[in-house]
């Protein structure tokens, strides 16, 4: 059969059905499963049979999810993950060692800013940072004992754009791991493998689930590589419950319609932000006025949910805008039915010096803007009454 289109791919991918024939995927709540005798018992844990055998490894619910995410990435094999972070850490964890060497573009999740400089120099092993905005610098960072190269794009929260082919090109040429976080964009909006990537990462919390209901992560990519995650997972414990992976694995089924509405409102509310007069810029990837629009033209579907734009005023007015709030909310999540508002310079990135804010592109009047599924005439209401 010919390969499905991304949406029949999602709803219609399913672990098998069990003897009483439902039509939705079972919960697996099981945190272990038998095995018909010792020949049977002795086979699986030496890997000459691939089965269910302790819900840290697999279970049946996030084996469905990270199948939908593989096929959705045109990846090989995943691992799904109790959160985000922990899909990041792990990733690296399972790939690096003592003395080797990150390249990484400045504009990353605060906590992943963290996991390089506080905790992976524990181990001796350093991060090297690149401007987004200036990819010409990348491969003069690069040293012997560079391993991995690593980006979002786009980014949080200034939602820059870098060219994934640019990176996948330049990971080819000095043979790194190329790791993309591929979080804001979901994989229905674009697929990094495409471009080179090796990796692909996701916190599922997000877009993927889009209700703000449960944390979850995932990585897919190159078999080989999954397979040193794998491992390292399976001895540490970060793995995703099967019930947080039956709730993602059935957001999938809408996600290319819910995505659809959150770009449409999205683009909506940066042009009518690109009118107002309290805002000196606004970034939207589909914005022709944004400075990668072409490269996210080439590389996106759509332009994603997020907005981000600088109100005139610096912190203080970024801090009464929000204030002046009335339905938005006010939540460190993103991807949300729900719009949510953040002012990172007073909140996420406030203990960032104001250079190295700047170096990530945050200003300290930017503004972050999940646009929800609301009307987008309730959500620009909102925002302009507290602008003005």
């Keep these: 059969m010919s390969k499905k289109q991304f949406e029949t791919e999602a709803i219609r991918t399913q672990i098998n059905r069990t003897e009483f024939l439902e039509h939705s995927s079972p919960l697996y709540l099981t945190s272990s499963f038998v095995f018909e005798d010792a020949e049977d018992m002795r086979a699986s ?32 094999s995943g691992y799904a993950f109790a959160t985000g972070m922990a899909a990041v850490f792990s990733t690296f964890a399972a790939l690096l060692n003592s003395g080797d060497h990150i ?91 495409k471009f080179g990537a090796h990796l692909v990462i996701h916190s599922a919390t997000k877009l993927i689930d889009g209700q703000g209901r449960v944390l979850g992560g995932v990585t897919v990519g190159d078999a080989d590589l999954m397979r040193e995650v794998y491992l390292f997972a399976r001895n540490t414990g970060s793995a995703l419950s099967p019930f947080n992976a039956w709730t ?31 805002v000196n810029w606004v970034k939207y990837p589909f914005l022709k006025s944004h400075p990668q629009y072409e490269v996210a033209k080439k590389q996106m579907k759509l332009g994603g949910n997020i907005v981000a734009f600088e109100v005139k ?76």
Excluded at 154 to 174: F, Q
Excluded at 253 to 271: I, Y
């Design 45 to 76: 844990f030496s890997e000459e049979k691939q089965r269910n055998i302790y819900s840290r490894f697999t279970n049946p619910n996030t084996s469905e999810f990270v199948d939908k995410i593989c096929k959705m990435e045109g990846a090989e």
């Design 103 to 193: 390249v990484s573009a400045r504009s990353i999740f605060g906590s992943t800013h963290t996991l390089f400089t506080k905790f992976l120099p524990k181990w001796n092993i350093e991060t090297s940072y690149f401007n987004i905005n200036k990819p010409e610098t990348i491969e003069s960072l690069i040293t012997l004992n560079t391993k991995i190269l690593f980006a979002e794009s786009p980014t949080n929260p200034a939602v820059d754009i870098i060219d994934l082919e640019l990176l996948g090109s330049i990971a080819k040429k000095h043979n790194l791991i190329l790791i993309i976080d591929n979080c804001f964009a979901t994989p229905y909006l674009q697929q990094p493998i």
């Design 248 to 278: 993602l694995s059935k957001s999938l089924e809408t996600l290319a319609v819910r995505v659809d509405k959150h770009c449409e409102n999205a683009l909506k509310v940066a042009e009518f932000l690109e009118t107002h007069e309290k």
């Design 313 to 388: 005023g610096g912190i203080e007015a970024g801090r009464e805008f929000l204030n002046a709030l009335k339905m938005c909310s006010l939540s460190a999540n993103l991807g949300d039915t729900r719009t949510i508002v953040t002012h990172p310079a007073s909140t996420t990135h406030s203990k960032l010096s104001e250079a190295d804010r700047l170096e990530a592109s945050i200003t300290d009047g930017l503004v972050r803007v999940s646009v929800g599924l609301e009307h987008a005439d309730d959500v620009i209401a909102d925002l302009g009454q507290a602008l003005n």
